[in-house]
């Protein structure tokens, strides 16, 4: 797996424990300090409540650091396995990449409307590729890869394309 330091993460491990230690000394120090005595009753109150929220917020700062540490290790992950055999087949060869494939993702009715809203021109054929979220369009004089896996349609570079084993 490919492992990148990142210094976000690392900030917020670093923060998320800044923030507890810090929280527990500073809430210790005025729940049991004499200067502040003159609060009465509330130095204890205050003091629990600095030392709380100290760590709660570190812990927080922590999840954080743990969520993105995670959600890169799948973006690495997934960046990894897209490594198929360069194959050589084209648009026109849908037939032959149905054998070299277990699955071809067909076209469902939602994706092609989504790929003929997306278009100006229009869409000659649709068709399903080995990889979910992936089609091959055909318009009048061209032909494209396009992902519907986000929140709109993406024409995919020819390079990404290549590198999938999509032409």
Known sequence: MDVRKN???SAFLVIGVVVIVGGMFIGLYIGTSEDFYVLGEL???IGWVIFASGVMWGIVFIGFFEVIKLLERIYNQRENNYNPLELEHTFDHNVESKQKYDKVYQVTPQASLEISNF???EVK???GTHIEDFYNVRTEHESFIIELGGFSPKVVSK???KKLGLI
């Open 7 to 9: 210094l976000v993460v």
């Open 43 to 45: 130095q204890g109150i």
């Open 119 to 121: 278009f100006d021109k």
């Open 125 to 127: 054929e649709i068709l």
């Open 159 to 161: 390079e990404k394309a």
